[in-house]
């Protein structure tokens, strides 16, 4: 096979996004304002808009000057994301939008509403440098990064939905926010932070949910686990593991050549132990190639003391792509000799396959025969 090529720096940018009120702090909000020549409580109000109201149009809002209206929209609320198509499943429940950037590169979110919770899939880069070969992500190589802005405005356009009642079943409140739509996470370190940062923090300076309902997922950065460890939030931390052995891990996940399973758990250990959250192990499951037994029993020794948890992925259908989903009977046995070891296991719901927007499935095509 021939030798799978890592990304982790994006290619040169032509044209930079433009700054937003999302890439800066609540402090630096309030200098950028007062820069502008307003006083920065101005910077609260645009933020009470934004976190709290979810609108970005400041031509909407009466308790700003309309004169200063253009100059609040230009400097703190460019348009960042431009939606250029909602394709649902699960009568609805589902929904997977294709944003537009300011230089015309494409990325994918998913809205997911269940009976006790809406979740939302983010894009944290255009495209993914990690070439995992059973993701369609991976395949398509890195663009680049997004901003804190670009990916926060993902967040807030789905808050807003829900708030709406967007989706089937009526208004309802965005509840969870995944990091595990396009790109390594990890690799675009300071914009997911800054992005955790305002999912996290209180309305009106950010958006009020609750750290533990926000997931931020890896293949294996040793580096940027214990970056993240060492901001001591309690986020959940997910590890794309997929297989226990490093032989074949070297194949299915690349990022494996610089970082050994035992350095990406020990790290995931030290984060758990610093943190006290248990970490998910995400492991998608693929006929004949991951699924045996064997496997499941060395995946088993290697977890039965950690403070973990894993969820099984039946494979997801990619276009091109030799292999497929494992069989039900192996799936079974896989999940009971985990039981065996005393290992939580919860097989994954593959919500959104249908219109290509479960894990591995993101590739942000305009054009669709769906």
């Known amino acids: 096979m021939s030798e799978l090529k890592l990304v982790f720096d994006e290619p040169k940018q032509r044209k930079k996004a433009p700054e937003h009120l999302a890439d800066l702090t609540k402090e630096e909000r309030r200098a950028k304002a007062e820069s502008l020549g307003l006083p920065a409580f101005r ?3 645009i933020s009470t808009h934004y976190f709290t109201h979810y609108n970005d149009d400041p031509e909407s809002w009466t308790d700003i000057p ?4 253009p100059v609040v929209a230009e400097h703190f ?4 994301i431009t939606l250029v198509r909602s394709i649902t499943c699960d ?10 950037l300011h230089d015309g590169v494409l990325v994918e979110s998913v809205l997911m509403r269940y009976s006790d919770r809406t979740t939302v899939c983010i894009s944290s880069q255009a495209g993914c440098g990690m070439n995992c070969p059973f ?3 991976g395949q398509a190589g890195l663009t680049r990064n997004l901003t804190a802005g670009e990916i926060t405005a993902q967040i807030v356009a789905s808050a807003k939905a829900c708030a709406t009642g967007e989706l089937p079943g009526g208004p309802t409140r965005l509840s969870n926010v995944v990091f595990m739509g396009m790109g390594e996470p ?3 370190y300071n914009a997911v932070l800054r992005t955790v940062r305002n999912i996290i923090t209180p309305q009106p300076d950010g958006l009020g949910i609750g750290a533990r309902s926000v997931t931020v997922s890896t293949v294996g950065l040793v580096s940027g686990i214990e970056k993240l460890t060492e901001e001591d ?9 997929h297989t226990p052995d490093d032989e074949l891990r070297d194949t299915l996940v690349p990022i494996n050549s610089r970082w050994k399973v035992k350095e990406v758990l020990a790290a995931a250990d030290e984060y758990a132990e610093k943190t006290g959250r248990r970490y998910s ?5 693929i006929r004949d190639i991951n699924d045996q037994q064997w496997r499941a029993d060395l995946l088993g020794r290697l977890l039965k003391n950690r403070h973990a948890h894993v969820n099984l992925i039946p494979l997801n259908p990619t276009p091109g792509s030799k292999w497929t989903a494992s069989r039900r009977e192996d799936e079974r046995t896989f999940v009971k000799t985990l039981e065996n070891y005393g290992v939580p296991v919860t097989v994954r719901d593959t919500r959104g396959r249908e219109i290509d927007g479960a894990c591995g499935q993101l590739a942000a095509a305009e054009i669709t025969n769906k």
């Not at 192990?281 to 499951?285: D, F, M, R, T």
């Open 43 to 45: 910077a609260n109000q």
């Open 66 to 69: 309309a004169a200063l209206r």
């Open 77 to 80: 609320l460019p348009k960042l």
């Open 91 to 100: 009568n609805g429940k589902t929904r997977k939008d294709l944003w537009r």
């Open 135 to 137: 993701c369609a992500t």
């Open 186 to 188: 990890l690799a675009n």
């Open 233 to 241: 939030l309690q986020v959940t931390l997910a590890v794309s593991l």
């Open 281 to 285: 192990i995400e492991y998608a499951l």
